[in-house]
């Protein structure tokens, strides 16, 4: 080629190339395709064309022009490959500099989305009048042709339809924007109502920052499970899910229904269609790709950035380590020097608990998360092991006669806890107490606690003193087992005269099921799990009904099948009808009593009807 035309500002590749196919002179669309990529095979793509270097090799001498600057600036390849994995990313765009580009569109996931790609080529009404008054010409522009985003994010007036096709049409063809392709004269979003297209525009508005970032800057890319953890810890933080990654589905949905409409979602392609639609799946573990406009929504409603998205690193309910030892005496102390946290939950408030070890004293201690700041991370909530040299410590300190108030201020701990270490040793300690005597008491209290609430069992008063029965329980605990309450023996159980219990059963379902039948009450399904569930004995009718034989005769009878049920709701209706002097209109009864299958019942109700 001896010229190509000068790039405008998120111009197309499809447009330049349209350019210069009408400077070019050429008459048909396989010559310029010639002139362009030496190839009259090559499809001229919208979103994601082939043939890159081949373009680049015919470029002008002097051209400046390189692959990833053609398809970085004029394809949508950074936006639809931002979510992707750095492998798959890339082979996109080898696929995209080759003259074989098959794969392209299915490797990018847009031939399996359920986000529509746009049938036409669209564009503004007024970045085509400042495009004549800049430029003196028209072009087609990248950030128009996005999926789901049916509007401009530079006027935010709605997009156009012209009448080139994106697809289905001469796949070797060549088209700059015109007066005559370009004389649509309805948005893409008329017929929309009012309400919903501000509601859209707005979201449009929010989402424009995010958009043309990716749209115009490479980022990092990510494996799969990078963003669904972004996520799922966003949403820990926001209370809609656990920290350990479990999503609370059911509120993260509810949730995301009050920013998004549902009619807002159907325009960006993303409708909620059940329990395992997008939504639930975006923020499971998987290995599935989304579109990106469905990555934006989610973002936008977590209200989490570009930034916070592909530059930060995983957010963690402790911080990235390292983490400092707690332990007063060893020469780590507040030196972080801990590579790794355990992180558990909380049985019953589910927040996060990290258990940190110092891997040079073995002191390991724990701390309730999430870390709100930097100064948390010297925070700790319990000591789990106070390790072997902080015990090697204690009792060199106890040996040299410091008193109890000094030994722990040196040793980091409460005077209680020295205490209960040091008689716990089986040689040497400090005579600050005899572990009889603290043992003596404990059985006192043990004893006394017992007395006091003499109908209380050994689980129960647990309860009450966790920490009297925690210290019998380390110390003491053959004592403390043959002097608690025993646990009552379960008797032989009593043989059931089914007889007689049948009897009374019977009763109590007769009288049930005339109170379900009278006509006039609403009526209500007689079945086996209704009639036991008003009786008390659901489980006795589901499991036991042969033991019972004149009930089961009773309610075989009884019981009604959904024709019968209908029946009787159609009756009662008419009767309703009848006593508050309304017309008996066959659609109307049907309605009300809530009947389907309108056809199986007409007759039948007329009949009803003339036999008044």
Not at 494 to 516: C, M, P, S
Request: charged share 30%; proline share 4%; with cysteine.
């Amino acid at each position: 080629m001896l010229f190509f035309p000068t790039p405008y500002p998120d111009e197309l590749l499809f447009s330049l190339c349209s350019r210069y196919y009408v400077r070019s002179g050429n008459i048909s669309y396989k010559g310029t395709l010639d002139d362009l990529y030496s190839n009259r095979n090559l499809t001229a793509s919208i979103s994601l064309p082939s043939g890159i270097s081949s373009l680049i090799k015919n470029m002008p001498p002097f051209s400046k022009m390189n692959e990833e600057q053609v398809i970085h600036q004029h394809t949508l390849f950074l936006f639809n490959s931002a979510f992707l994995p750095y492998k798959r990313a890339k082979t996109i765009f080898t696929e995209m500099c080759s003259n074989d580009g098959k794969g392209v569109y299915v490797r990018s996931g847009l031939n399996a989305s359920e986000v529509k790609q746009n049938e036409f080529i669209r564009y503004c009404k007024d970045c085509m009048q400042e495009d004549r008054e800049l430029y003196g010409e028209l072009y087609w522009h990248r950030n128009h042709q996005i999926s789901g985003i049916h509007c401009c994010l530079k006027h935010y007036t709605p997009l156009y339809d012209s009448n080139i096709k994106v697809v289905g049409s001469n796949k070797h063809r060549f088209a700059i924007p015109t007066l005559e392709n370009c004389s649509a004269k309805k948005s893409v979003l008329d017929g929309v109502a009012e309400k919903t297209r501000l509601e859209y525009m707005m979201h449009c508005k929010k989402l424009k920052k995010s958009i043309l970032q990716i749209l115009e800057q490479p980022y990092v890319h990510h494996p799969l499970e990078w963003f669904d953890q972004k996520y799922r810890n966003k949403l820990a933080n926001m209370g809609l899910a656990y920290y350990t990654g479990r999503v609370k589905q059911k509120d993260w949905r509810k949730y995301f229904q009050t920013i998004y409409s549902e009619e807002v979602l159907h325009l960006f392609h993303s409708p909620l269609r059940g329990n395992q639609d997008w939504l639930s799946q975006i923020v499971q573990k998987n290995r599935k790709s989304f579109h990106p406009v469905r990555h934006l929504l989610v973002m936008l409603a977590l209200e989490l950035t570009i930034e916070e998205i592909f530059k930060k690193s995983l957010p963690q309910p402790f911080g990235q380590p390292n983490y400092p030892c707690q332990n007063i005496v060893c020469e780590y102390y507040n030196v972080p020097i801990i590579e790794n946290v355990f992180i558990t939950l909380c049985e019953k408030t589910k927040i996060p608990i990290g258990t940190f070890t110092c891997p040079k004293c073995e002191f390991s201690y724990t701390r309730r998360g999430p870390d709100q700041n930097e100064a948390d991370k010297f925070r700790r909530t319990r000591v789990k092991s106070y390790g072997s040299l902080w015990e090697r410590k204690l009792q060199e300190f106890s040996k040299s006669g410091i008193g109890l108030r000094e030994l722990s201020r040196r040793m980091g701990a409460d005077p209680n806890t020295i205490k209960r270490v040091l008689n716990s040793e089986e040689e040497g300690g400090l005579e600050i107490g005899k572990t009889e005597e603290f043992v003596k008491e404990d059985r006192q209290s043990w004893l006394a606690l017992q007395n006091r609430y003499s109908h209380k069992s050994t689980k129960q008063l647990r309860e009450l003193e966790k920490a009297l029965y925690m210290r019998l329980y380390r110390n003491d605990r053959e004592w403390m087992e043959e002097n608690s309450p025993k646990s009552p023996r379960r008797s032989l159980a009593e043989r059931v005269d089914w007889y007689k219990r049948d009897e009374e059963v019977l009763e109590k379902v007769i009288e049930v099921i005339e109170n379900l039948l009278k006509q006039e009450e609403k009526p209500v399904r007689v079945t086996i799990s209704k009639v036991g569930y008003l009786i008390g004995e659901r489980s006795l009718l589901e499991k036991k009904m042969n033991k019972l034989q004149k009930t089961k005769s009773y309610l075989k009878e009884k019981v009604e099948t959904i024709a019968q049920f209908q029946e009787r709701r159609i009756l009662y209706t008419i009767n309703q009808f009848r006593n508050s002097g309304e017309d008996l209109i066959p659609w109307k009864i049907m309605r009300i009593a809530g009947i389907k299958d309108c056809d199986k019942w007409l007759n039948f109700i007329n009949k009803k009807i003339e036999n008044r």
